[in-house]
Every structure is written in C-alpha cells, then in structure tokens.
C-alpha cells in the first residue's frame, strides 16, 4: 500500500527484483524514502515525487566492491565514475596491506606508493574520516588498516621481522584505528615490505582485531608456486586468532602453476573457520614493476612510470628492444612504476568464480597513467561475459557474489540486498546489453546496460554519466 504519511520520493516500476540473496527474481515494484528501501511489490498510486518504468531491466542492490585501492580516488575522484558507472555503491579500501592513514611523514615505498605519494597519507584514521566525510563522496567506504602501512610508520627498516616492541607499537596504532571506525587489516606479505613478517607477528596483529569483530583481508605471501603453503598459512592465522578471513584476488600465477586452484579451493572449501576469497574477472593482475613478478608473466604493460611517464601504456619487451637493454635495467630505469602481468589461465579463472565461496572485487589502481581495464569494467563483465555470453554463473547468484554475499561476509549492515529497512543502495541495468568495454589499449571506458545508480536514495548515475550528487556514507563492520 502507498505511504499515508509522506509520498514515496522514488518508485521504481515492473522490474525484475533480483534481491542479492541468490534467490529466484520476481517483477515487482521498489519505492524509496529519504535513504531506505520502503515497499517491494506493488505501489500502487504512489503519488512519488518520481518514477521511474524499468520494464525489461533488471533492479538489483547496488554492488560491493570488496577489493579496490580507492583510499584516495574517493576524495580525488569523489563523483567516483570508474565505480557508479559499473553499478557499484560501496567499496572496501586499505587492501593488500596498503592504506592511506596511518603515516603521516613518512615516504611510501612500494607498493604504498600506489595510492599517493608522501603529502597524500593521513597521520591517523580520524583525520581521514573527517576530510571524506566533509567533502562527501559518491560511494559508501568501508576501511581497513593495511600491515605495510603499520610497517613502514614504525620499522627502521622492512626486510626484517618486527620486534616485540614494533608490533606492539603496531598494535596499538591498530587498535586506534578499529576504534575510529575501520573494518579490520589487510596484509600484502607477496611484496617486499611485508614479505620479511613472519606468520607471528601477523598473528599478534590479527588476533587484536577479535575484540573489536574485525576481519582480516590478505594478499598472501606467494600466489605462484608456493600458493597451496600460503592458502595453509592464511587459514592457520584466522583459525589461531579467531577471526575471519578473506583471500585476495585468489589466483595462481605463472604458466607452471595453472590448475593449482584444484588443490587451493578444496583447502578452502574445507576450512573449519570462515574463509572467504574475492576475484576480478581478468586473466591479468596488475601492481607496482617488480622483477619476481615480471618473471612469471606471459606479457608485461607498463601503466605509469614516475621518471618516465611517456612509457606509459608500452609492452615492456618493446621498451627493453628500443633501450637496447636487459630485462633488469629497464625495469630499473622505469622504476617506480607499474605494470600489468598476464600470468594466469582462464580454467583457473572459471574454478574461482564458480566456488561459492568467491565475491566479486576489481582491485582497480584508480591513479595509474593507464590502468588495467578492471577498473572500470569489473561488474558489467561478470554480468554480459561470465553470465550472458558463458553461463559461468546464474544472473542471481552473480548479483549474490556482487552485493548480499559481500555485505554479509564483511559486515555491512542494511546493505547489500532489496528488503524492507535497507538502504536504498539500487542498481538498474539491461541485462541484455550489460557489458564492459574498457579495454587493455583503452581502459578508461564506461560500460554499457548501466542505467541508473542509487545511493543511499540519491541519484549518482543517469542517462551514462555521473549526478555529481555524493551521497556516500563510512560504513562500520556490524556482526549479526
């Protein structure tokens, strides 16, 4: 029945209700008051100040973006295109160890050096959550505490373990952290700066986040020939901390380690504690140049490079032929800078998105020169590639893995599926035209089927581009 006390402010009509719990969809109408959704069924004369026929299209809860690097995009970029135009409402940030607060002052190495240079990182998490929510932003953020940040604001130096000391200085600025609002801590023990930790010191690390009902996320220590140790080591952590926890980008790299998957999801599958993973939809990963990554690649494309940025977007064998030099030295005299890997198989791709345990994450580098194309095309890929085009997925269970999983997995409460008393986080799209278009040679490309994005109950994408409006909010972990 219609509101008796105010109009609906939005009533969207005759789509087809794929609700994000994996359920079977239904065509009904959704209404929407102030920042909640308020009706699922029939709305009757609305009397709504608009409304909107989505006949033939599909609503469904905004997407989550469980992995991305945006700490700073969402206050560079605060209309957020690269993520609305995909459908997506709310992103995880702080991934893989690296997040913008805290370290004030100090140098970022690498890979902090993927979201900001030294004047762009934050002396604590309070200050950075009074600039975002001061300036707003498109998109809701839920933040962790990377352990190379933690690292690199407290150690001399990173090739080393941490002394009892550090991690307890560590801890603290942990704690101080959850306290203000973050979610849990990632880690990125694949690269330099972490790779020294020993599992201890990230169990100290991660068993602090038990009281507050954090999780852990983590970029494991190796995703190559060693995978299946480093699978056993990140249920070993969450197991001995009591604390949940989510494998990165699951993947296994190099061309003598494809169908490992085989082995690593089983061992997921069969943990006695909750382990989750997140994938992006690309048989390529993309992070800072490193040699013992370029090593395991098919291909190799620069994205950005700080002394030479005209290099930018160049296949590095075709640099390393005009230079005349090895392999090593042009990767030094880029340096720093990043790349795209193409490392992995397409059967192991399929393997990991079909496991029920996987969510959808992009983790899109929102500040390279020429980023990877999962930037911007992440969701829609899944929608018109993997669903549409493949059959990988059923259109509900792909919704699920991009909106209800996600909320629940990493506690975002009223978020993430069309019920009653959420928030009206919605997404409208053509589920025969949905698709990604950006591409490795044009990768800042909107996608196509993307109609319109609610946040909150405010508009931030229409008619192909963005309202301007930011309606974001910070959202806290809430456990059931």
């Known amino acids: 029945m219609a509101s008796t006390t105010r109009p609906y402010d939005l009533v969207i009509r005759n789509g087809t209700l794929v609700d994000g719990s994996g359920c079977t969809p239904w065509i009904g109408d959704l209404a929407i008051v102030a920042d909640k959704i308020v009706l699922l069924g029939d709305a009757g004369d609305s009397g709504a100040l ?29 209309a957020m295109p690269a993520k609305v135009s995909q459908g997506v ?29 030294a004047e762009e990182f934050y002396p604590d998490f309070p200050t950075y959550f009074e600039r ?20 690199a604001r407290t150690m001399d130096r990173l090739d080393r373990a941490a002394t009892p000391r550090e991690i307890r200085a ?23 700066p972490a790779n020294a930790a020993p599992t201890e010191e990230v169990l100290a690390l991660v068993t602090r986040l038990r009281k507050f009902g954090g999780i852990h996320t983590t970029h494991m220590r190796d995703e190559k020939e060693h995978v299946v140790d480093s699978v056993r080591e990140t249920i070993d952590i969450g197991q001995r901390a009591g604390v949940p926890v989510v494998i990165s980008h699951h993947k296994c790299s190099g061309r003598g380690n494809w169908g490992l998957t085989e082995k690593t999801l089983p061992l997921i599958a069969s ?3 909750p382990v989750g993973l997140d994938v992006y939809p690309y048989t390529a990963s993309s992070t ?7 090593q395991s690649a098919e291909r190799v494309l620069v994205t950005w490079s700080e002394p030479l940025p005209a290099q930018s977007g160049r296949d590095l064998e075709d640099i390393r032929a005009d230079w005349g ?28 998105i079909r496991c029920s345990n996987a969510m959808i994450g992009s983790d899109g580098l929102p500040h390279d020169a020429v980023p990877h194309p999962r930037l911007w095309g992440t969701f829609p890929r899944v929608l018109g590639r993997f669903v ?7 259109l509900e269970e792909a919704v699920h893995r991009m909106s209800g999983k996600s909320a629940a997995v990493f506690g975002l409460a009223n978020r993430g599926l069309l019920s009653v008393g959420q928030f009206a986080d919605v997404v409208i799209f053509d589920p025969e035209k949905v698709l990604d278009t950006a591409t490795y040679e044009a990768p800042i490309q909107a996608s196509t089927g993307i109609e319109l994005v609610v946040v909150n109950g405010e508009i931030v994408w229409e008619g192909g581009r963005s309202t301007k409006a930011r309606p974001g909010r910070i959202l806290q972990r809430k456990i059931p």
Do not use: K
């Not at 190495?109 to 900001?116: E, F, H």
């Open 288 to 294: 800072v140049l490193l040699e013992d990554f370029v």
């Open 325 to 352: 030099c090895s392999v090593s030295d042009a990767i030094e005299r880029l340096s720093p800078a990043g790349a795209i890997y193409f490392q992995m198989d397409e059967a192991d791709l399929e393997r990991i």
């Open 50 to 78: 608009r409304e909107i026929d989505a006949d033939g299209r599909v609503v469904a809860p905004g997407f989550i973006d469980v992995h991305t690097h945006d700490d700073r995009a969402v206050l560079a970029t605060p």
């Open 388 to 394: 549409r085009e493949l059959g990988w997925l059923s």
């Open 89 to 117: 409402t709310s992103v995880v940030t702080g991934n893989c160890g690296i997040s913008l607060a805290p370290l004030g002052g100090v140098e970022p190495v690498p890979p902090l050096n993927l979201i900001g240079s």
């Open 271 to 273: 943990a006695d504690h």
């Open 170 to 192: 560590m801890g603290e600025a942990l704690d101080a952290a959850m306290a203000a609002g973050c979610i849990g801590l990632s880690t990125g023990l694949a690269y330099p």
């Open 132 to 151: 975002l929510s001061g300036e707003g932003t498109a998109v809701n953020v839920a933040a962790q505490v990377g352990h190379t940040t933690l690292r």
